[in-house]
């Protein structure tokens, strides 16, 4: 899901949207919402989130392109 994906806590009450991680975390997850309430598909955003998390495990790694 969302939370797993950008690793962040995502809260959501009303019309307000809550997230706590870590910054780069954080303005991966905004992009993603903000893709999925502009109409974007999920699987879209999905990819996006699984792309990204997979460039941050192979930094961690030490793999960099």
Not at 28 to 53: P, W, Y
Request: aromatic share 6%; glycine share 6%; charged share 25%.
């Amino acid at each position: 899901n969302l939370q797993n994906l950008s690793n962040c806590f995502i809260c959501l009450k009303d019309n307000i949207v809550g997230i706590i991680g870590h910054s780069e975390n954080i303005r991966k997850a905004i992009n993603a919402l903000t893709n999925l309430i502009q109409g974007s598909k999920q699987s879209s955003v999905f990819f996006f989130l699984e792309k990204e998390k997979a460039k941050i495990k192979k930094e961690d790694l030490g793999l960099r392109d």
